[in-house]
T-cell receptor, first 109, second 113 residues
């Protein structure tokens, strides 16, 4: 079983709709969870991080963590064409950080 | 601050040659990470340093790869000898701690012919 799994996509979402990106992880002891956005040909940049169960909102972005079910998700409200990118989920336990392969998101104008 | 600086941005070399990638982290960041990204394997952590000391090198593929951090402002990743399967984008990142955001450099695109 892969340690951090994401659907590779592409996930196509109409402009203005909600994009939902999911990530599952295998280590129950995982402590922190990060979402990075990576535009084509660019380096990853942090969108959000979450440590506790529940929701965390920042502008149009909401991260949701469910440790019992071992998944973390990222919701993007009012999707814009500029949100088209690959979204990487990263999971940390102690001194170990593992990235998922990412989900390609395509916002349809 | 200029952010994480990597050089070169592109490197094309022939199989068997030595390749050295360079990184300057953000000043004051105690952690430095080296990653490799390919379509097939995604973003893989190769090694990371804390206060110039290698902490976890379990991601280093094999003995052909080595990394050093002689001081707080400079690190190198060396591949000797290089092979075509080493072709990838290599990212360097730095952070204040493992709990904090990692800031990535622009990457080095390596092509081994």
């Amino acid at each position: 079983q892969k340690e951090v799994e994401q659907n590779s996509g592409p996930l196509s979402v109409p402009e203005g709709a909600i994009a939902s990106l999911n990530c599952t992880y295998s280590d129950r002891g995982s402590q922190s969870f990060f979402w990075y956005r990576q535009y084509s040909g660019k380096s990853p940049e942090l969108i959000m991080f979450i440590y506790s169960n529940g929701d965390k909102e920042d502008g149009r972005f909401t991260a949701q963590l469910n440790k019992a079910s071992q998944y973390v998700s990222l919701l993007i409200r009012d999707s814009q064409p500029s949100d088209s990118a690959t979204y990487l989920c990263a999971v940390r336990r102690d001194d170990k950080i593992i990235f998922g392969k990412g989900t390609r998101l395509h916002i349809l104008p | 601050d200029a952010g994480v600086i990597q050089s070169p941005r592109h490197e094309v070399t022939e199989m068997g040659q030595e390749v050295t990638l360079r990184c300057k982290p953000i000043s004051g960041h105690d952690y430095l990470f080296w990653y490799r990204q390919t379509m097939m394997r995604g973003l893989e952590l190769l090694i990371y340093f804390n206060n110039n000391v290698p902490i976890d090198d379990s991601g280093m593929p094999e003995d052909r790869f080595s990394a050093k951090m002689p001081n707080a402002s400079f690190s190198t990743l060396k591949i000797q000898p290089s092979e075509p399967r080493d072709s990838a984008v290599y990212f360097c990142a730095s952070s204040l701690s493992l709990q904090n955001e990692q800031f990535f450099g622009p990457g080095t695109r390596l092509t081994v012919l």
